[in-house]
Each structure stands twice: as C-alpha cells, then as structure tokens.
C-alpha cells in the first residue's frame, strides 16, 4: 500500500468505495434510498440517537461482549494468544443483533410499521423478528428453501418471536434468492415497510449503515485489547459471507498501521473445486443486489451457485468495502473449507467448552494456522460472531445422527 | 435520425401510438427468437424490447423470472442475443430493438465492447433496469459514441427533480413503470397513470412508454389514450411458457394477443 487513505471518509457521498458500492436499483427503489441517506446522515451524530443506541445495547443486547482469552487452545497451537470476541453472547446469539437494533430504530424514525429482512444462517432473521417483537412491528423474513431445511431451529424461532417466514424457491433457494424476494417485495411495499439488510451489502446507504452500527464490535475490542493485553493486536480474523462482522472488527483498526487484518471467505469443497462461496479469494468484479463488488459469475455474467457448510456464508458476493480493502492491499483475504471449519467447530468445543457458529468456525480454523507461525507474545483477536447451537443439527448429520 | 427516433415521430405523423412487446430471448429455445421477432412486427409492433436473461431479475415477478430461467438453461448469452438481433435485421431495417435487463450480463463483456458490438448488430437502445442515471454516467457517452439510445424507467415514487434529471440523461423515450412493484403485478390504475405521465410531459421532453399491468386489448387501448407507447411482457411471456413445448404454436398465440391490442389502440 502506497499512501494510506483517509478510510473514515469513505464511502463518498454516493456510497462509492473506489469503483465499488453505489446503488444500482431499480428506479422505484431510489426515492426510499435517498429518504433513508437523508435520515441517516441527520442521525446518525445526533445525540439523543447514540443515546438510544447505545442504551439498547448495553441492557438489551448485553454489550460490551467479553473479550475473552482462549488461554488453553493458544497453548495447544503454540504460538501467539488467541482472544475471542464474544459476540456469541449477545442477546439472540451473533453479532446480527447490533445492526438490527440500529435499523429498528430508523424504521422507527421513519414512522414504517413494517420490516422486513433476508436472511441465511436464519441468525439476521431471529435477530430482526426480536426487534420486531419489541417495537411491535410487523415482521416478514424472507429465507432460501434449502436453508429453511437446514436451519429449522432458527425458523421456529422466528415463527415463536411472531414473525412469518417466507421460502424461497427461486434460483439457488439460498441466501442470495432471499435477497432478490426481499427486493421485490420492498418495491411493492415500499410506502410502509423498512428494509433490514442483515449484512454489509445492497444498495448505498446499507454498506455504511450497517458498519456503523457494528463497529461497535472493533471499538470495545481496541479498547479492551489495550486493558487487557497491554497492546493492540497484532491481527485480527473474521469470517466473511456479506462481511458485516468482519468489517464491525476491521473498521475501527484500519488507521492502525501494525494490525494485520484476515477475512475469511468459505472455501467449500475447495477452492480448485469450484464449489465454494469465496468471490474475493476468486471472483471478479461485478454489479449484483445494489452494489459493485467481487463476485461469483460465469463468462456470461450469470451468477453461481455457492457451496458452503455454512448457510451464512453461502453468498456469492461480498460487501463492496471489502472489495475496495482488497484492491488496495489493507486486509487480506483468504478461505477456509468445509472441513477445517468443521474440525476447528469441534476443537474449540472440547478445548474451551465454546460452541461457536460454524460461520465463525472459518475464522477459528484460519487463526489455528495463523497462530503457530507467530511468537507467544503476539497477540490474535478472533471475532466469534456467534454461537452454535443453530448447527447442532448440521453437525449431527454429519456426524451420522438423526433425532 | 436514431431508428426510435424516427419510429415515434411517424407514428405521431398518424396519431397512432407505439405498440412495444417485451419476450425474453432463448424463452424457451435460441431458434424461437427471431422468427417470434417478425411474427411481432406483423402483429402490429412498433418497437421490440428484447429481454436478456439474468439468473437474479430482481424487478421481475414470476413469468420473467421463470423466462429466464428457460433461456439460462442453455446458456443464453448476450452474445447470442446480439447474434439474433443482426439475423433479424437481415430482413427488417426498420422496427427499433432495445435490450432489456440487468447490468451485469453487459458489464462483464465491457461496456466499449458491448456497445459496440451492439451497434454492428442492429441494436437502437438499452434498458438496464439496475443502473440508474447517477451510476450510468461512465457508460452513457460510450453507448452514444455508437448511437445507442440509454432508456431510463421513471416510477410513480421519482421526485419532479429525478424525472428533470432522468430526462436529460436519457434518449429514445422514457419508460414509465405504472405500478410500485416487479413485472407481471396485478393492478393498473389508468387514471392515475394519465396523471403522472401529464406530470412527465411537463418536466421531460422525450416520448413515454407505460409498461408493467398492462395484459389485455383493454388495458392497452386505456394506456394508448395517455402515453405516446404501451409496453406489454408478462402477457406475452405467458403464452411462451404455456406453449413451451410446442413452440411452433409460439407465434400465433404472442401474435394474436398484439393484434388485439394494436386493433384496440388504433381504433
Ligand atoms: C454467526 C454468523 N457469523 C457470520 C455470518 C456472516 O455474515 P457477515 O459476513 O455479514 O458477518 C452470519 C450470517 O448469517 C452469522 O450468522
């Protein structure tokens, strides 16, 4: 990287990160675009809306989330100190509820009665349906077919918190296809209904929304690191499917010349197999639900289908954020497959008595090979995004078992 | 003069209104495409907006979702649709052919790339439903290098100054969406319709085309009273898929719906 950027200044004032963002929608849904830009850019400093955020997430969510150190499994790996950041004990499990709290307040703001929401892994949904509950909003979560089969815990969550959740059978009948339904359906309701975009992706202003509202997870985990640790990080992993997470932890550290980012796309089968959901480890640039971003696309520009044991990284392309830190060499990215996921899920488990969601189990199974080749006195913190009790039953498919 | 160009100011010549009906191409096989092409034009159309398929048609409602599904199934590329529309123009000079769809099936062959191997083939405008004006603006001068008029959507929720902007931006015609929802939605309220597109005329001087509700000679005929061009797809897209696996029936049926509507809007 020759000369770092201003990254606090980014997007610019059309949602652009270099050549990515922006809003390519459907001319219906650029009036409630700019509406929202507008709103947002009124609250987001003013202090009555920090004040309410912020409430929220202490005696809602639970915040701030432990950083906690994995002292026994860092001494197994041998090398430098793994810390985890807990965002697996939120309120409803992950790290989607801090910017579903954050969008909830803005539809509140703009006087919409209804929200609704795609989601994969079902975590974004469970998290909007309980800000629903909680603000009496009429809710509706749009969710791939495949994925409503394979996270039937978090569906019947969401029916119990009184949401109605929607199969997609379009397409993939996964994450991306619950996105296209999801727009769909706000062009015709768009009069009432808020949009809750669970990830770091769509249209502008949704990239930088929803990294606002999670970059709470970076600023306690600086914060804490310093308490605690003495000293910033020396890197930081994430997994990435949209990548909001990820850029929650990033963002705050970006300034920080020493701390070495790792996102972590899914790798699938294997990256040379094709079957996988990893656009910035080998895609290419291209325009997809509102946005510019890498991508996973045939000659044709079709889109493909992604693999991934993981519903919430089961999406073939990537917040343009991302794509932007990419190009210009500030975060790397790499993949972990099926398999390391998988047995990263297990160890953690038996070796620290945490299950974590098997989205972040990317992360974990890329710190387990980044934390060997660095020194004791280094420092790792991996942001957990969430629990794993959701794939319990994934697991146990695998594993052989049927209840 | 711009073949869409000298379309509208004919038709205006003799009062009548454009007829545009809307088929994806390769819906359900490549071959149905260009014979469907001319079979249209006997019908009565005026101007042919051809869909290129994309496997996320996010402003789409089932029937084009599903038309795209057909075309995709064997690889219907943009390629071959500019293949189809050179073929067509073998024997037909003058009906205007836009293509219609999402940016990324164009973007990935380069947008110079893509302009220009659409102006050699015979293509007079592009609609991409997912680029607005404020995105377009890298493109825009490199479609008019090669004549291509860019036709943005007007919605009944764009602001007096958007319809300002998107008319400067655009070329061709105007293409208002009737309706707050994706193709193929139920309900077309005409009145209100000749309400906003009067609002249009005031604030932008290119022709307007309605399109999305309109599935019938009847609807065709009310929206010909208050718009200079009436665009017509999930009907037609319906009738391919009903005669799918006869496609020697597919002329016929899209035919004989278009010459009801012409019938209709030339009364
Ligand atoms: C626990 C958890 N982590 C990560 C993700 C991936 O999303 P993102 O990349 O936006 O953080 C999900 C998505 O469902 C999730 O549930």
Same mark, same amino acid.
């Given at each position: 990287?020759?000369?770092?950027?201003?990254?606090?200044?980014?997007?610019?004032?059309?949602?652009?990160?270099?050549?990515?963002?922006?809003?390519?929608?459907?001319?219906?849904?650029?009036?409630?675009?700019?509406?929202?830009?507008?709103?947002?850019?009124?609250?987001?400093?003013?202090?009555?809306?920090?004040?309410?955020?912020?409430?929220?997430?202490?005696?809602?969510?639970?915040?701030?989330?432990?950083?906690?150190?994995?002292?026994?499994?860092?001494?197994?790996?041998?090398?430098?100190?793994?810390?985890?950041?807990?965002?697996?004990?939120?309120?409803?499990?992950?790290?989607?509820?801090?910017?579903?709290?954050?969008?909830?307040?803005?539809?509140?703001?703009?006087?919409?009665?209804?929200?609704?929401?795609e989601t994969g892994a079902g975590?974004?949904g469970?998290?909007?349906?309980?800000?629903?509950?909680?603000?009496?909003?009429?809710?509706?979560?749009y969710m791939g077919a495949e994925d409503v089969e394979r996270q039937?815990?978090?569906?019947?969550?969401?029916?119990?918190?009184?949401?109605?959740v929607i199969p997609v059978t379009s397409g993939s009948r996964t994450l991306k296809d619950a996105m296209n339904e999801a727009?769909?359906?706000?062009?015709?309701?768009?009069?009432?209904?808020?949009?809750?975009?669970?990830?770091?992706?769509?249209?502008?202003?949704?990239?930088?929304?929803?990294?606002?509202?999670?970059?709470?997870?970076?600023?306690?985990?600086?914060?804490?690191?310093?308490?605690?640790?003495?000293?910033?990080?020396?890197?930081?992993?994430?997994?990435?499917?949209?990548?909001?997470?990820?850029?929650?932890?990033?963002?705050?550290?970006?300034?920080?010349?020493?701390?070495?980012?790792?996102?972590?796309?899914?790798?699938?089968?294997?990256?040379?197999?094709?079957?996988?959901?990893?656009?910035?480890?080998?895609?290419?640039?291209?325009?997809?639900?509102?946005?510019?971003?890498?991508?996973?696309?045939?000659?044709?520009?079709?889109?493909?289908e992604t693999?991934?044991?993981?519903a919430?990284?089961d999406y073939?392309?990537?917040?343009?954020?991302?794509?932007?830190?990419?190009?210009?060499?500030?975060?790397?990215?790499?993949?972990?497959?099926?398999?390391?996921?998988?047995?990263?899920?297990?160890?953690?488990?038996?070796?620290?008595?945490?299950?974590?969601?098997?989205?972040?189990?990317?992360?974990?199974?890329?710190?387990?090979?980044?934390?060997?080749?660095?020194?004791?006195?280094?420092?790792?913190?991996?942001?957990?995004?969430?629990?794993?009790?959701?794939?319990?039953?994934?697991?146990?498919?695998?594993?052989?078992?049927?209840? | 003069?711009?073949?869409?160009?000298?379309?509208?100011?004919?038709?205006?010549?003799?009062?009548?209104?454009?007829?545009?009906?809307?088929?994806?191409?390769?819906?359900?096989?490549?071959?149905?495409?260009?014979?469907?092409?001319? $079979?249209?034009?006997?019908?009565?159309? &005026? *101007?042919?907006?051809?869909?290129?398929? @994309?496997?996320?048609?996010? +402003? =789409?409602? %089932?029937?084009?979702?599903?038309?795209?599904?057909?075309?995709? $199934?064997?690889?219907?590329?943009?390629? &071959? *649709?500019?293949?189809?529309?050179?073929? @067509?123009?073998?024997?037909? +000079? =003058?009906? %205007?052919?836009?293509?219609?769809?999402?940016?990324?099936?164009?973007?990935?062959?380069?947008?110079?790339?893509?302009?220009?191997?659409?102006?050699?083939?015979?293509?007079?405008?592009?609609?991409?439903?997912?680029?607005?004006?404020?995105?377009?603006?890298?493109?825009?001068?490199?479609?008019?290098?090669?004549?291509?008029?860019?036709?943005?959507?007007?919605?009944?929720?764009?602001?007096?100054?958007?319809?300002?902007?998107?008319?400067?931006?655009?070329?061709?015609?105007?293409?208002?969406?009737?309706?707050?929802?994706?193709?193929?939605?139920?309900?077309?309220?005409?009145?209100?319709?000749?309400?906003?597109?009067?609002?249009?005329?005031?604030?932008?001087?290119?022709?307007?085309?309605?399109?999305?509700?309109?599935?019938?000679?009847?609807?065709?005929?009310?929206?010909?009273?208050?718009?200079?061009?009436?665009?017509?797809?999930?009907?037609?897209?319906?009738?391919?898929?009903?005669?799918?696996?006869?496609?020697?029936?597919?002329?016929?049926?899209?035919?004989?719906?278009?010459?009801?509507?012409?019938?209709?809007?030339?009364?």
């Amino acid at each position: 990287m020759s000369e770092r950027p201003d990254f606090s200044a980014f997007p610019d004032a059309r949602g652009h990160f270099g050549q990515f963002g922006g809003s390519f929608v459907s001319e219906t849904l650029m009036g409630a675009l700019d509406e929202l830009t507008a709103m947002y850019a009124r609250l987001k400093d003013d202090p009555q809306f920090r004040a309410d955020f912020d409430y929220d997430l202490a005696h809602y969510v639970g915040r701030p989330s432990p950083l906690y150190l994995a002292e026994r499994w860092s001494k197994q790996l041998g090398g430098a100190k793994i810390w985890l950041k807990r965002e697996d004990l939120n309120h409803t499990g992950a790290h989607k509820v801090n910017n579903t709290i954050g969008q909830a307040l803005l539809a509140k703001h703009m006087g919409k009665p209804r929200v609704i929401a795609e989601t994969g892994a079902g975590q974004h949904g469970v998290a909007t349906a309980t800000v629903a509950a909680r603000l009496g909003l009429t809710c509706q979560v749009y969710m791939g077919a495949e994925d409503v089969e394979r996270q039937k815990l978090n569906v019947y969550r969401m029916k119990l918190l009184g949401a109605e959740v929607i199969p997609v059978t379009s397409g993939s009948r996964t994450l991306k296809d619950a996105m296209n339904e999801a727009m769909r359906d706000w062009v015709t309701n768009v009069d009432d209904t808020f949009y809750i975009i669970g990830t770091v992706a769509g249209p502008h202003p949704y990239p930088q929304l929803v990294r606002d509202f999670q970059c709470i997870i970076g600023r306690e985990a600086r914060e804490q690191s310093l308490k605690q640790a003495g000293q910033l990080p020396d890197a930081l992993v994430a997994c990435v499917g949209g990548g909001s997470n990820a850029i929650g932890l990033f963002h705050p550290f970006l300034n920080d010349e020493g701390v070495a980012m790792y996102g972590v796309e899914a790798a699938g089968d294997g990256i040379e197999t094709g079957r996988h959901a990893a656009p910035l480890s080998a895609g290419r640039p291209g325009v997809l639900h509102g946005n510019r971003t890498y991508l996973m696309e045939d000659d044709n520009g079709q889109i493909i289908e992604t693999h991934s044991v993981s519903a919430g990284l089961d999406y073939p392309g990537v917040g343009p954020e991302h794509s932007w830190l990419k190009d210009i060499g500030r975060v790397n990215y790499v993949a972990a497959d099926d398999q390391e996921a998988l047995s990263a899920f297990r160890e953690l488990t038996q070796v620290e008595g945490i299950m974590p969601a098997l989205e972040s189990a990317h992360a974990l199974a890329y710190a387990r090979k980044l934390a060997p080749t660095m020194s004791p006195d280094q420092n790792i913190v991996v942001n957990l995004s969430g629990r794993g009790d959701k794939d319990i039953l994934t697991v146990a498919a695998i594993d052989g078992i049927e209840f | 003069m711009r073949r869409i160009e000298s379309c509208f100011q004919r038709l205006a010549d003799q009062k009548r209104k454009a007829l545009i009906p809307f088929v994806t191409a390769g819906d359900p096989v490549k071959e149905v495409t260009v014979p469907l092409m001319h $079979a249209m034009v006997d019908a009565g159309a &005026d *101007i042919i907006e051809l869909g290129v398929p @994309f496997s996320d048609p996010m +402003a =789409d409602g %089932p029937v084009i979702q599903l038309a795209c599904e057909r075309a995709l $199934a064997h690889n219907t590329s943009t390629r &071959d *649709i500019l293949d189809m529309v050179k073929t @067509f123009r073998e024997t037909n +000079a =003058d009906t %205007p052919v836009v293509l219609m769809g999402y940016l990324n099936p164009v973007e990935v062959m380069g947008y110079e790339a893509f302009a220009k191997a659409a102006a050699q083939a015979g293509v007079d405008g592009v609609l991409l439903v997912d680029l607005p004006p404020e995105e377009a603006l890298d493109v825009k001068p490199l479609m008019d290098a090669q004549g291509l008029d860019m036709i943005f959507l007007v919605a009944p929720t764009t602001s007096d100054a958007r319809i300002k902007l998107i008319g400067q931006a655009g070329s061709g015609y105007l293409y208002y969406v009737s309706l707050k929802g994706v193709t193929g939605s139920a309900t077309l309220n005409v009145d209100e319709v000749a309400s906003r597109v009067e609002t249009i005329r005031n604030l932008a001087q290119l022709p307007i085309g309605v399109g999305f509700g309109i599935k019938d000679a009847e609807s065709a005929q009310a929206v010909s009273r208050v718009a200079d061009g009436v665009v017509v797809g999930s009907a037609l897209v319906n009738q391919i898929a009903e005669n799918k696996d006869t496609p020697n029936a597919i002329n016929d049926a899209v035919g004989g719906i278009l010459s009801a509507m012409r019938n209709a809007m030339d009364q």
